[in-house]
C-alpha cells in the first residue's frame, strides 16, 4: 500500500501534520486577538505557553487526568495574563517591554519548576480518529484529530461571534479603539484590557498544554521554539479576526510539519533551513500585510504596535 | 528693547542651580538601583518560600563571580558579549526601537568571524583579524540594519522581526555549521575548522582576559559620545522621543534609523567576532548562549545608557558567572539565573511608573522657580 501513494505521503503528511502543529498557534493567537481587540499587546505569550505546558504536564502527571494538566495550564496562564495587564495599567509602562520580560520570567520559571518534570511520562490527551472510513495508515494517521483542536475550532467561531454580535464584545472593541470614548461611556479601560489579557493569558496556556500532552507529547526545555511569538505575529496577518486566525494557525501548522515530514520521507539535505521554515512565513507575511503609510485595516486604533 | 535684541536672548534663561541638575540625574540612578534590588527582594522571597537561604545564594554568586582573581577573570570574559549585546538593545532604543534580536546578529557575526579565519588561513594575523572583525562587524550590521529597513520602509514591528530574525539566523547557522562549513574533523560536535593560533585573538596585557573586553567598553564609550555629543545622536533623541516632530523639523529620521540599527548589529556581530576568535576557536552552536537575551536586560537596566551598560553587564556578568557554583552548592536548577532575571526586568519595567512621583528629585524644590 505505502508505495501506491508515491509522492502523495508528503502533502497528506503535512495536512496532517498542520492539524497536529497548528493547535497551539491557534489556541495562542485566538487569546492574543482578544487581548489585542482591546488594544494591548502581551508579547510574553511565549513564556505563557511554555510554563503552560510545564504546569499541564507536571498536573497530568501527579494527578493521573490530562483534564486536570489543561486546566492547571489555563489557571496558570490566567496569572500571567493578569500580572501583565496589571502592571501594563501603571500609566508610563510600555506593554511590549513587559511583554519580554514576562517572556523571559515564564521561561525562567517553567525550565525552574519544570526540571523534575523531565523524565516522568505523563498520560496523552486523546485523539478521534476520523480516518475510520480507509484503510490506508498515512490517511487514518492525517486524520487523527486531538479534542483540543476541536475545541480550538469551536472558540473561533465562539469568540468571532462575541467579538461581533454581543455586548461583551461591543466593550471590548469600543476600550480597543478610543480609550477616550470608552471613558466617555463610562467604562474601565485599564481593568476591560486587564480582563482580555487574563483570558488571552488562559488561551495560550492550553496551547502549550496541548504542546506537552499531545504533541510532541513530551515536557522538556525546548518544547517550544517561538512558537507563542509567531501566533502573536499571526494575529497581524489575520486582521485580528478570530475565524482568520483559524485558517492561519492551519497554514502555520503546515510550514511547521514541513521540515519533520521531509525528514520522515528521508530528504535530510537542508533540514535546518525546512526547520526555519515557519519563521521565515511569518516574516514574509508581516513584512507583505504592513505598511509604512496607512493604519493596517481591522487594527484596534489604540494598539501600540500599529499607531 | 524686545525688537533690538536677538530672538533667542528675548526670555533670558533662568540660571539652572547644580543641585537641581544633581536631584534630577540623582532620579535616574536612584530609581533603577531601588528597581534591581526589588527585584533582589522578589527573588529572596521565591528562593525562601522554597526553603533555600537567599544569603548563601548571594554570598555565592559574590565568591563566584567577584570574590577571587579567578572569578573576576570568569566574568569579565562574560562582560565583554554582553556589552556588545547590550549596545545593540541601547542604540535603536534611543530611537524608540525595541530590537530584541541581536542574538542573531551574533550567531551570524560569529559563523561569518569562523568561515573568513577558515579562508584566512595562513595569513597574517595583522592583516586576517580586521578582515575577520570588519566581516563579522558587517553581517551584523545587515541582519539588524534589516530590520530596521523592515521598519522604516515597510512598517513592519521591529521587536517581532528582529525575534524571528534571531530564530532563522540560528537555524541558518546550525545548517552552516552541520552542512557547506562543517569540519569533518569535529564529531561529536559540528563546527567549522579550528582558526590557526596565529588567528586566536589573545589576552590583555597582564589580564586574563581576551581583548573583547577593551573593544566592549571603548565601544560603549564611543557609542556614548555618539548619542550624547553629537548632533546625530541628538536628532536621534529627538526622533525617539516624537518622530512626527523630527519629520517636521527636517531630520533624516529613515538614515537615523538605518544607522543605529546597523550600528547596533554591527556592535553584535563582533561579540560574535570575539566569541569565535578569542573563546570557542571555531564557529558552532555554542554561539548560540543567550548573551543576546541578557544583553535586553542590561540595556533596559542601563535605561539604554551606554556608560551605565558597562556596570550591569559586569554585575550580570557575575551572576552567570557563578550560577555553576550556585547550581552546585545549592541544588538549584540552571535556570534560576533567568528567575532572578526575569523578576529583576518587571522591577524595572515597573518602576518607569514612578518618574517625576518622587518630590525629592524635582528640579524646582532644588532651585529654579
Given at each position: 500500500?505505502?508505495?501506491?501513494?508515491?509522492?502523495?505521503?508528503?502533502?497528506?503528511?503535512?495536512?496532517?501534520g498542520?492539524?497536529?502543529?497548528?493547535?497551539?498557534?491557534?489556541?495562542?493567537s485566538?487569546?492574543?486577538?482578544?487581548?489585542?481587540?482591546?488594544?494591548?499587546?502581551?508579547?510574553?505569550?511565549?513564556?505563557?505557553?511554555?510554563?503552560?505546558?510545564?504546569?499541564g504536564?507536571?498536573?497530568?502527571?501527579?494527578?493521573?487526568?490530562?483534564?486536570?494538566?489543561?486546566?492547571?495550564?489555563?489557571?496558570?496562564?490566567?496569572?500571567?495574563?493578569?500580572?501583565h495587564?496589571?502592571?501594563?495599567?501603571?500609566?508610563?509602562?510600555?506593554?511590549?517591554?513587559?511583554?519580554?520580560?514576562?517572556?523571559?520570567?515564564g521561561?525562567?520559571?517553567?525550565?525552574?519548576?519544570?526540571?523534575?518534570?523531565?523524565?516522568?511520562v505523563?498520560?496523552?490527551?486523546?485523539?478521534?480518529s476520523?480516518?475510520?472510513?480507509?484503510?490506508?495508515?498515512?490517511?487514518?494517521?492525517?486524520l487523527e484529530?486531538?479534542?483540543?483542536?476541536?475545541?480550538?475550532?469551536?472558540?473561533?467561531?465562539?469568540?468571532?461571534?462575541?467579538?461581533?454580535?454581543?455586548?461583551?464584545?461591543?466593550?471590548?472593541?469600543?476600550?480597543?479603539?478610543?480609550?477616550?470614548a470608552?471613558?466617555?461611556?463610562?467604562?474601565?479601560?485599564?481593568?476591560?484590557?486587564?480582563?482580555?489579557?487574563?483570558?488571552?493569558?488562559?488561551?495560550?496556556?492550553?496551547?502549550?498544554?496541548?504542546?506537552?500532552?499531545?504533541?510532541?507529547?513530551s515536557?522538556?526545555?525546548?518544547?517550544?521554539?517561538?512558537q507563542?511569538?509567531?501566533?502573536?505575529?499571526?494575529?497581524?496577518?489575520?486582521?485580528?479576526?478570530?475565524?482568520?486566525c483559524?485558517?492561519?494557525?492551519?497554514?502555520?501548522g503546515?510550514?511547521?510539519?514541513?521540515?519533520?515530514?521531509?525528514?520522515?520521507?528521508?530528504?535530510?539535505?537542508?533540514y535546518?533551513?525546512?526547520?526555519?521554515?515557519?519563521?521565515?512565513?511569518?516574516?514574509g507575511?508581516l513584512?507583505?500585510?504592513?505598511?509604512?503609510?496607512r493604519?493596517?485595516?481591522?487594527?484596534?486604533?489604540?494598539?501600540?504596535?500599529t499607531? | 528693547?524686545?525688537?533690538?535684541?536677538?530672538?533667542l536672548?528675548?526670555?533670558?534663561?533662568?540660571?539652572?542651580?547644580?543641585?537641581?541638575?544633581?536631584?534630577?540625574r540623582?532620579e535616574?540612578?536612584?530609581?533603577?538601583?531601588?528597581?534591581?534590588?526589588?527585584?533582589?527582594?522578589?527573588?529572596?522571597?521565591?528562593?525562601?518560600?522554597?526553603?533555600?537561604?537567599?544569603?548563601?545564594?548571594?554570598?555565592?554568586?559574590?565568591?563566584?563571580?567577584?570574590?577571587?582573581?579567578?572569578?573576576?577573570?570568569?566574568t569579565?570574559?562574560?562582560?565583554?558579549?554582553?556589552?556588545?549585546?547590550?549596545?545593540?538593545?541601547?542604540?535603536?532604543?534611543?530611537?524608540?526601537?525595541?530590537?530584541?534580536g541581536?542574538?542573531?546578529?551574533?550567531?551570524?557575526?560569529?559563523?561569518?568571524?569562523?568561515?573568513?579565519?577558515?579562508?584566512?588561513?595562513?595569513?597574517?594575523?595583522?592583516?586576517?583579524?580586521?578582515?575577520?572583525?570588519?566581516?563579522?562587524m558587517?553581517?551584523g550590521?545587515?541582519?539588524?540594519?534589516?530590520?530596521?529597513?523592515?521598519?522604516?520602509?515597510?512598517?513592519?514591528?521591529?521587536?517581532?522581526?528582529?525575534?524571528?530574525?534571531?530564530?532563522?539566523?540560528?537555524?541558518?547557522?546550525?545548517?552552516?555549521?552541520?552542512?557547506?562549513l562543517?569540519?569533518?574533523?569535529?564529531?561529536?560536535?559540528?563546527?567549522?575548522?579550528?582558526?590557526?593560533?596565529?588567528?586566536?585573538?589573545?589576552?590583555?596585557?597582564?589580564?586574563d582576559?581576551?581583548?573583547?573586553l577593551?573593544?566592549?567598553?571603548?565601544?560603549?564609550v564611543?557609542?556614548?559620545v555618539?548619542?550624547?555629543?553629537?548632533?546625530?545622536?541628538?536628532?536621534?533623541?529627538?526622533?525617539?522621543?516624537?518622530?512626527?516632530?523630527?519629520?517636521?523639523?527636517?531630520?533624516?529620521?529613515?538614515?537615523?534609523?538605518?544607522?543605529?540599527?546597523?550600528?547596533?548589529?554591527?556592535?553584535?556581530?563582533?561579540?560574535?567576532?570575539?566569541?569565535?576568535?578569542?573563546?570557542?576557536g571555531?564557529a558552532?552552536?555554542?554561539?548560540?548562549?543567550?548573551?543576546?537575551?541578557?544583553?535586553?536586560?542590561?540595556?533596559?537596566l542601563?535605561?539604554?545608557?551606554?556608560?551605565a551598560?558597562?556596570?550591569?553587564?559586569?554585575?550580570?556578568?557575575?551572576?552567570?558567572?557563578?550560577?555553576?557554583?550556585?547550581?552546585?552548592?545549592?541544588?538549584?536548577p540552571?535556570?534560576?539565573?533567568?528567575?532572578?532575571?526575569?523578576f529583576?526586568?518587571?522591577?524595572?519595567l515597573?518602576?518607569?511608573?514612578?518618574?517625576?512621583?518622587?518630590?525629592?528629585?524635582?528640579?524646582?524644590?532644588?532651585?529654579?522657580?
Amino acid at each position: 500500500m505505502d508505495t501506491d501513494l508515491g509522492l502523495w505521503v508528503i502533502p497528506l503528511a503535512i495536512l496532517g501534520g498542520a492539524i497536529r502543529v497548528s493547535t497551539p498557534f491557534l489556541f495562542v493567537s485566538l487569546g492574543e486577538a482578544l487581548t489585542e481587540r482591546s488594544g494591548r499587546i502581551n508579547l510574553g505569550l511565549e513564556g505563557t505557553l511554555v510554563f503552560g505546558a510545564m504546569s499541564g504536564y507536571a498536573l497530568a502527571y501527579l494527578t493521573g487526568s490530562p483534564w486536570l494538566g489543561v486546566l492547571a495550564a489555563a489557571l496558570c496562564g490566567a496569572l500571567f495574563g493578569l500580572l501583565h495587564g496589571v502592571i501594563c495599567s501603571l500609566p508610563r509602562v510600555n506593554d511590549i517591554a513587559v511583554g519580554i520580560a514576562m517572556m523571559i520570567l515564564g521561561l525562567g520559571l517553567a525550565f525552574y519548576f519544570g526540571k523534575p518534570f523531565v523524565q516522568p511520562v505523563a498520560p496523552d490527551l486523546p485523539a478521534i480518529s476520523f480516518g475510520g472510513w480507509s484503510d490506508m495508515p498515512q490517511i487514518r494517521a492525517a486524520l487523527e484529530v486531538n479534542v483540543l483542536f476541536l475545541i480550538g475550532a469551536v472558540l473561533a467561531v465562539g469568540l468571532w461571534w462575541l467579538l461581533r454580535a454581543t455586548r461583551i464584545g461591543l466593550i471590548i472593541r469600543v476600550v480597543g479603539d478610543s480609550t477616550d470614548a470608552a471613558r466617555a461611556m463610562g467604562l474601565r479601560p485599564a481593568m476591560i484590557r486587564t480582563c482580555t489579557t487574563a483570558v488571552g493569558g488562559a488561551f495560550a496556556g492550553v496551547g502549550g498544554a496541548y504542546l506537552s500532552l499531545y504533541y510532541p507529547g513530551s515536557w522538556n526545555e525546548g518544547i517550544s521554539s517561538g512558537q507563542g511569538l509567531m501566533a502573536v505575529a499571526l494575529v497581524i496577518f489575520a486582521r485580528w479576526n478570530p475565524l482568520a486566525c483559524f485558517g492561519a494557525a492551519l497554514l502555520f501548522g503546515g510550514a511547521g510539519a514541513l521540515g519533520p515530514t521531509l525528514q520522515s520521507v528521508g530528504i535530510s539535505e537542508g533540514y535546518y533551513l525546512f526547520f526555519a521554515a515557519p519563521y521565515v512565513l511569518t516574516l514574509g507575511v508581516l513584512i507583505a500585510t504592513s505598511s509604512p503609510t496607512r493604519a493596517m485595516t481591522g487594527a484596534p486604533a489604540e494598539l501600540s504596535i500599529t499607531k | 528693547m524686545r525688537a533690538s535684541s536677538p530672538p533667542l536672548a528675548a526670555t533670558p534663561v533662568q540660571p539652572v542651580t547644580s543641585l537641581a541638575v544633581v536631584a534630577r540625574r540623582a532620579e535616574a540612578v536612584v530609581l533603577p538601583l531601588g528597581a534591581l534590588l526589588v527585584g533582589f527582594a522578589v527573588f529572596s522571597l521565591f528562593l525562601l518560600v522554597q526553603g533555600k537561604s537567599p544569603t548563601e545564594f548571594f554570598a555565592l554568586v559574590y565568591r563566584g563571580g567577584f570574590g577571587t582573581g579567578f572569578s573576576w577573570q570568569n566574568t569579565l570574559s562574560r562582560t565583554a558579549p554582553l556589552l556588545l549585546a547590550a549596545l545593540c538593545v541601547a542604540l535603536p532604543a534611543r530611537l524608540g526601537l525595541v530590537v530584541i534580536g541581536g542574538e542573531g546578529a551574533i550567531v551570524l557575526g560569529g559563523v561569518g568571524a569562523g568561515f573568513a579565519g577558515v579562508v584566512l588561513s595562513g595569513a597574517p594575523a595583522a592583516v586576517a583579524l580586521p578582515l575577520m572583525l570588519g566581516f563579522a562587524m558587517a553581517i551584523g550590521a545587515l541582519w539588524i540594519g534589516a530590520v530596521g529597513a523592515l521598519r522604516h520602509f515597510r512598517g513592519v514591528n521591529e521587536t517581532i522581526a528582529s525575534l524571528l530574525m534571531a530564530y532563522i539566523a540560528i537555524a541558518l547557522m546550525n545548517h552552516l555549521v552541520e552542512g557547506p562549513l562543517r569540519d569533518p574533523a569535529s564529531l561529536n560536535k559540528p563546527s567549522t575548522a579550528p582558526l590557526d593560533d596565529a588567528l586566536r585573538v589573545g589576552n590583555l596585557p597582564g589580564w586574563d582576559v581576551h581583548w573583547g573586553l577593551a573593544f566592549g567598553v571603548i565601544c560603549c564609550v564611543l557609542a556614548w559620545v555618539l548619542i550624547d555629543k553629537t548632533t546625530w545622536g541628538f536628532a536621534a533623541r529627538i526622533a525617539g522621543g516624537n518622530v512626527r516632530a523630527a519629520q517636521v523639523q527636517g531630520l533624516p529620521v529613515g538614515k537615523l534609523i538605518l544607522g543605529f540599527t546597523a550600528l547596533g548589529g554591527a556592535f553584535a556581530g563582533m561579540a560574535g567576532f570575539f566569541e569565535v576568535a578569542a573563546v570557542h576557536g571555531s564557529a558552532n552552536a555554542s554561539l548560540a548562549g543567550g548573551y543576546g537575551y541578557t544583553g535586553i536586560l542590561i540595556a533596559f537596566l542601563a535605561r539604554h545608557n551606554p556608560l551605565a551598560i558597562i556596570p550591569v553587564a559586569i554585575l550580570l556578568a557575575g551572576f552567570e558567572a557563578s550560577s555553576g557554583l550556585v547550581q552546585r552548592r545549592m541544588d538549584l536548577p540552571d535556570a534560576t539565573v533567568l528567575v532572578l532575571q526575569g523578576f529583576v526586568f518587571m522591577a524595572i519595567l515597573i518602576s518607569e511608573t514612578l518618574y517625576g512621583r518622587f518630590k525629592i528629585f524635582a528640579p524646582e524644590r532644588w532651585g529654579t522657580p
